[in-house]
């Protein structure tokens, strides 16, 4: 028998249901489910396989090799690669089907050639930069990159979206504000015939507090997995991801002994201090040391002492005299945000949910 896993991430896809529901009604537009860096920590197959069935129009990946996993477990949604591509990786995409956003007309040609050599055609994307400063061509661009896919020779490529992206919807409205309606206008001026064609700007914050009159797809990322980047909105989204551990050992020590790597926690006075299974080797961040964190054991706070160390940390529980082995951790998840585990660490929930590591078991629960 196994025994059970010192840390895991206890995955709820009732709450993701809650969150996508949420999602479209709020926005009242089509969900392109933004499945990137392994959905966000939370098993990009796993959900995949979940929302496969519920009618999206396009899962978002950052690349290939995120593409192939959902194309090598039979994923039927269409797969829709939201950065640039590497010039080896346009060969598979061609052949697999999937639906990059365009940047350049070199890009263009690149997969002309390639469509003519696989004898298929592909559908794409236009990207277009409004701010982000990543990809895409520049609004005044996209005239000449729509003459260049007119041209006889580049009927290969079917056009069936266009997208932008956001730098600071949840950082400043006034440029926001001032992109969607530059983003509205170039839709209105070059875009507005088009039938069966995606238009899309709006990440979880864009879609949140921000209103396009021509988009009608929107790519929550954040927000599906149930985490706010608007803090006003948290109460509405349920979290996904509850990662937890258990307590291994609880023990007295003495005033004046340290605790962790550096001795940078020193007891002020004789205290229990417990040991809990997890550490930074599972993803915890290392750079909460020292902030004045704390985690719940049995629902209950405990401040973190000292460094948290590759694979365990400590907890004061001098104020919790039932605490023993065996109980239960939670680092974060409903009772604990981890928007605020991020904050203690200097960070975004983003990095905190993308960086907890393979070691972590995943449990699905619907
Ligand atoms: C990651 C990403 C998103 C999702 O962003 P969230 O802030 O997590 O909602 C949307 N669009 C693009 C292009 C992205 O790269």
Same mark, same amino acid.
């Given at each position: 028998?196994?025994?059970?896993?010192?840390?895991?991430?206890?995955?709820?896809?009732?709450?993701?249901?809650?969150?996508?529901?949420?999602a479209r #009604?709020?926005?009242?537009?089509?969900t392109?489910?933004?499945?990137?860096?392994?959905?966000?920590?939370?098993?990009?197959?796993n959900?995949?396989?979940?929302?496969?069935?519920?009618?999206l129009?396009?899962?978002?990946?950052a690349?290939?090799y995120?593409?192939r996993?959902?194309?090598?477990?039979?994923?039927q949604t !269409?797969?829709?690669l939201?950065g640039?591509?590497f010039?080896?990786?346009?060969?598979?995409?061609?052949?697999?089907?999937?639906?990059?956003?365009?940047?350049?007309?070199?890009?263009?040609d690149?997969f002309?050639?390639l469509?003519?050599?696989?004898n298929r055609?592909l559908?794409?994307?236009?990207?277009?930069?409004?701010?982000?400063g990543?990809g895409g061509?520049l609004?005044?661009q996209i005239?000449?990159?729509?003459n260049?896919?007119a041209?006889?020779?580049?009927?290969?490529?079917?056009?069936?979206?266009?997208?932008?992206?956001l !730098?600071?919807?949840?950082?400043d409205?006034?440029?926001?504000?001032?992109?969607f309606?530059?983003?509205?206008?170039?839709?209105?001026?070059?875009?507005?015939?088009?039938? $069966?064609?995606?238009?899309?700007?709006? $990440?979880?914050?864009?879609?949140l507090?921000?209103?396009s009159?021509?988009?009608n797809?929107?790519?929550?990322?954040?927000?599906m997995?149930?985490?706010?980047?608007?803090?006003?909105?948290?109460? #509405?989204?349920q979290?996904?991801?509850?990662?937890?551990?258990?307590v291994?050992?609880?023990?007295n020590? !003495?005033?004046g002994?340290?605790?962790?790597?550096?001795?940078?926690?020193?007891?002020?006075k004789?205290?229990?201090?417990?040991?809990?299974?997890?550490?930074?080797?599972?993803?915890?961040p290392? $750079?909460?040391?020292?902030?004045?964190?704390?985690?719940?054991?049995?629902?209950?706070?405990? !401040?973190?002492?000292?460094?948290?160390?590759?694979?365990?940390?400590?907890?004061?529980?001098?104020?919790l005299?039932?605490?023993q082995?065996?109980?239960?951790?939670?680092?974060?998840g409903?009772?604990?945000?981890?928007t605020?585990?991020?904050?203690w660490a200097d960070?975004?929930p983003?990095?905190?949910?993308?960086?907890?590591?393979?070691?972590v078991?995943?449990?699905?629960?619907?």
């Amino acid at each position: 028998m196994p025994s059970p896993p010192r840390a895991c991430a206890e995955i709820n896809l009732q709450a993701l249901d809650h969150n996508l529901s949420f999602a479209r #009604q709020h926005s009242g537009q089509q969900t392109m489910a933004i499945l990137k860096a392994g959905a966000y920590g939370h098993g990009l197959v796993n959900f995949a396989r979940h929302l496969d069935s519920k009618g999206l129009p396009y899962f978002g990946v950052a690349n290939v090799y995120e593409a192939r996993q959902l194309s090598d477990a039979g994923i039927q949604t !269409p797969i829709y690669l939201l950065g640039a591509t590497f010039p080896e990786e346009r060969e598979e995409i061609v052949q697999c089907g999937w639906t990059p956003c365009l940047s350049s007309l070199s890009e263009i040609d690149d997969f002309v050639r390639l469509c003519a050599k696989h004898n298929r055609s592909l559908t794409a994307h236009l990207s277009v930069d409004t701010g982000m400063g990543r990809g895409g061509f520049l609004p005044d661009q996209i005239p000449s990159a729509l003459n260049h896919l007119a041209l006889p020779q580049n009927k290969s490529i079917e056009l069936k979206g266009i997208g932008s992206h956001l !730098p600071s919807a949840d950082e400043d409205e006034d440029f926001t504000k001032s992109q969607f309606a530059a983003f509205d206008h170039l839709v209105r001026e070059h875009f507005a015939q088009r039938e $069966n064609f995606h238009v899309h700007l709006a $990440n979880s914050a864009g879609l949140l507090d921000y209103r396009s009159t021509t988009t009608n797809l929107v790519r929550p990322g954040l927000l599906m997995y149930g985490v706010s980047p608007l803090a006003e909105w948290q109460d #509405q989204l349920q979290p996904v991801m509850t990662l937890k551990s258990r307590v291994s050992l609880v023990r007295n020590l !003495p005033k004046g002994h340290g605790v962790s790597y550096g001795r940078t926690s020193i007891l002020e006075k004789d205290s229990a201090v417990a040991t809990i299974g997890v550490g930074y080797g599972d993803g915890y961040p290392r $750079n909460i040391s020292g902030k004045g964190a704390h985690i719940l054991i049995n629902g209950k706070a405990a !401040p973190i002492l000292g460094r948290v160390t590759m694979d365990q940390i400590m907890a004061d529980v001098s104020h919790l005299p039932d605490c023993q082995p065996g109980d239960e951790v939670e680092l974060f998840g409903p009772n604990l945000s981890v928007t605020q585990v991020a904050q203690w660490a200097d960070t975004i929930p983003w990095e905190v949910l993308t960086r907890i590591t393979p070691r972590v078991t995943r449990i699905y629960s619907t």
